[in-house]
């Protein structure tokens, strides 16, 4: 996964499994749409309907969530614990969730975020 500046959009860019596992290739982001960026990991709901996705309990989630708070989209596995989580307003998801292998990554995919 990659997170990439590009003018006032920021896009998050998917590769080889997460495309299949997620069922998306791109987001793209506007910067005045974030609303906070976390590293926090949001707590599940038994209040979420999954259309097109994939889910293993402590395995993996991934792929777009309807909750009762909007449209979220997930990309976390039992390989990529370190988190961040986009709140954002304007935008067709009210949430992405984003999992990376490494904490270095994360660090630098929210500088970019934030």
């Known amino acids: 996964m990659q997170v990439i500046p590009k003018g006032d959009e920021i896009e998050i860019r998917m590769q080889g499994f997460e495309i299949i596992w997620g069922l ?30 994939s889910f293993f309990p402590g395995i993996i989630k991934a792929g777009t969530y309807f909750t009762k708070m909007g449209k979220a989209y997930w990309y976390v596995t039992m390989f990529k614990k370190h988190v961040i989580t986009i709140e954002l307003e304007g935008s067709k998801f009210k949430r992405i969730v984003i999992g990376f292998r490494k904490e270095s990554e994360k660090v630098a995919a929210k500088n970019i975020l934030s």
Do not use: A, F, Y
């Open 24 to 53: 998306k290739r791109l987001i793209r982001i506007k910067k005045n749409q974030i609303k906070s960026v976390s590293t926090t990991m949001p707590e599940n709901t038994i209040w979420e309907l999954r259309i097109p996705g």
